[in-house]
């Protein structure tokens, strides 16, 4: 499961970096679909992971704002503050679908496994947005494809943290 979060990052970078293409208007713009803009579907998917690793670590979530990270360097750079904890914690967690977490944003209670996966797919789905609107832009979408990125052979946060 390391390996995915691995990936979403790696795509997540690479859609940064893609994004210095578009000018703020564009990144600022409501589309349909998604949280409404790149930018905020960008806050949208660090804010979604940083909250329910939290809650599987049994921290209270910290409310981020998306004004205080309404750029592209505010958004780089808050995802790349929460990776270390993120990348420490997974890579000592016995993954487990016996114990059950429940958040302040749902009643349900789910299993640790249960949030891992939503984390990977949930960032995985709003990539997909974000192909679309590349398209919409004329722009070419940054690749989904797990095959040939060798995630596994390149260093990672997971490896820095074992």
């Given at each position: 499961m390391?390996?995915?979060f691995e990936y979403n990052w790696q795509v997540r970078d690479e859609w940064f970096s893609w994004c210095y293409q578009l000018s703020r208007e564009e990144l600022l713009k409501?589309?349909?679909g998604g949280m409404s803009s790149i930018l905020q579907t960008f806050f949208h998917i660090i804010d979604v992971e940083y909250s329910w690793i939290r809650a599987i670590q049994g921290k209270?979530?910290?409310v981020l704002s998306f004004e205080e990270h309404d750029t592209l360097e505010k958004l780089q750079a808050l995802s790349s503050a929460h990776r270390p904890e993120?990348?420490?914690f997974l890579s000592h967690?016995?993954?487990s679908n016996k114990r059950y977490v429940t958040v302040p944003w749902d009643s349900t209670s789910y299993t640790e496994a249960d949030i891992l996966h939503h984390i990977i797919i949930h960032e995985i789905h709003h990539i997909g947005q974000l192909s679309i609107w590349a398209r919409e832009v004329n722009k070419q979408p940054i690749s989904s494809h797990y095959v040939g990125r060798n995630?596994?052979?390149i260093p990672s946060y997971f490896s820095k943290n074992n």
């Open positions: 390391i390996h995915f409501k589309r349909t209270q979530d910290i993120i990348a420490d967690l016995n993954f995630i596994k052979d």
